[in-house]
């Protein structure tokens, strides 16, 4: 359980400080973490994004958003292994992604590949509810390609199209 806490700490900071849109992490402190509350625009806890419906303009910029955190969590070695419409929050100025404990080293776990193209592939199935032109994207496995090659920026260009290798 302390290793568990210690990693959502540990992601919470670095997240923070890599940009990402997480909550703010206040501290530490006798085993508990203490972080900012995420609320709506009246001041209540905020909604899961699976608990909002969404305008198909909507969901597309909050697709786009997220897949840049993403990539904002990628460059700093990390993937949630866990993102999924359950584990971003809605407030008054869009999604916060939230639960770290299960956070991995991208560079350090051999399933990294497998739970990046997951939470790519949940948010692309979650949001493409609402905007259904998502569901033929492939951001997940461009984003891959991108890191293996050590090309991967945080503002790097990405499309969602991708040429699968259909030889192997």
């Known amino acids: 359980e302390a290793a568990w806490k ?3 700490v540990d992601a919470l900071y670095l ?3 890599a940009g990402v849109r997480v909550p703010k992490p206040y501290g530490y402190f006798n085993g508990v973490l203490v972080m900012e509350l995420i609320t709506d625009a ?7 994004l699976g608990e909002v419906a969404l305008a ?10 997220l897949v840049r955190q993403v990539v904002r969590m990628l460059c700093v070695g990390m993937i949630h ?9 809605v407030d008054a100025h869009g999604p916060v992604i939230i639960d770290l404990p299960q956070a991995v080293s ?25 905007a259904p032109a998502l569901l033929d994207t492939w ?8 890191f293996a090659a050590g090309a ?17």
């Open 106 to 130: 991208a560079a350090g776990n051999n399933h990294a590949r497998a739970m990046l193209l997951r939470d790519v592939n949940n948010l692309t199935a979650s949001l493409g509810r609402w």
């Open 139 to 146: 951001y997940g496995e461009e984003i891959w390609e991108k």
């Open 6 to 8: 210690n990693t959502e």
């Open 81 to 89: 292994g866990d993102l999924s419409e359950y584990n971003v929050l």
């Open 42 to 48: 009246e001041g209540h806890s905020a909604p899961r």
């Open 152 to 168: 991967l920026k945080p503002d790097s260009e990405l499309t969602g199209a991708f040429e699968h290798d259909e030889s192997t």
């Open 15 to 17: 997240l923070s400080g």
């Open 56 to 65: 198909p303009e909507v969901a597309r910029e909050y697709f786009v958003f």
